[in-house]
């Protein structure tokens, strides 16, 4: 079946503006996970969706950084005045949610953001 | 190209014994390479990371790999297994391009 997609696979915008990441988990996924990763560094977790709970936001680098999900599907991130430092590849990862044991994740191929 | 193989994909050990996942990468150029952990309903944890400085790398609880070039291998040990490490754990290299290219997770059970 369809794996988890993102889009655009590579974004170029300059300083200041605002983008949209938009990713699509896979379906019946009710977790959903975005992370950061800048040139050199590992995974960095940004945000946690799972079902109708309250996101777990604790990651946010900053209030620039926000995130939406429609129910159980599509999820956007967005990025506000963007800076320079905002530059890294940020990756979708979805799950099947199941409570207790291990949730595999699943995840996208990533966006590819440069700030100029 | 690059691409990394973890060896098992489950892994069952007794608490207090030692831990071994192992991983072996393929990269064209000199790779930055990545232990994860994941517990069940939590994001990714970064455990170490291996950027061409020192080839043993020592990660947070207790766990340290060894970056080996000529066996092109990065496993990840610990000495003595707490129930607390039982979760799913990412083997995960970076190119120069920062693509990064994930194991596909051992699961690592332990028994009390």
């Known amino acids: 079946g369809a794996g988890v997609s993102q889009s655009p696979s590579n974004k170029v915008t300059e300083k200041g503006k605002d983008v949209e990441l938009r990713c699509d988990p896979i379906?019946?996924?009710?977790?959903l996970y975005w992370y950061r990763q800048r040139l050199g560094q590992g995974l960095e977790f940004l945000i946690y969706?799972?079902?109708?709970?309250?996101?777990?936001k604790s990651g946010l680098p900053s209030d620039r950084f926000s995130a939406e999900r429609t129910g159980e599907s599509v999820s956007t991130l967005t990025i506000q005045r963007t800076q320079q430092e905002d530059s890294a590849v940020y990756l979708c990862?979805?799950?099947?949610?199941?409570?207790?044991?291990?949730?595999?994740?699943?995840f996208g191929p990533g966006t590819r953001l440069t700030v100029l | 190209a690059q691409s990394v193989t973890q060896l098992d994909s489950h892994v069952s050990v007794s608490e207090g014994t030692p831990v071994l996942l192992r991983c072996n990468y393929s990269?064209?150029?000199?790779?930055?390479l990545f232990w994860y952990v994941q517990h069940p309903n939590k994001g990714l944890q970064l455990l170490l990371k291996?950027?061409?400085?020192?080839?043993l790398v020592k990660g947070i609880n207790g766990f340290e790999a060894e970056f080996k070039k000529s066996e092109t291998s990065f496993h990840l040990t610990k000495p003595s297994a707490h129930m607390s490490d039982a979760a799913e754990y990412f083997c995960?290299?970076?190119?120069?391009?920062?693509?990064?290219?994930f194991g596909t997770g051992t699961r690592l059970t332990v028994i009390p």
């Open positions: 990862a979805s799950s099947l949610g199941s409570s207790g044991g291990i949730d595999t994740q699943y």
């Open positions: 379906s019946g996924h009710t977790a």
């Open positions: 969706f799972q079902g109708n709970s309250a996101p777990d």
């Open positions: 990269s064209s150029y000199s790779p930055s």
């Open positions: 291996y950027t061409s400085a020192a080839t």
């Open positions: 995960v290299v970076s190119d120069q391009g920062n693509n990064l290219f």
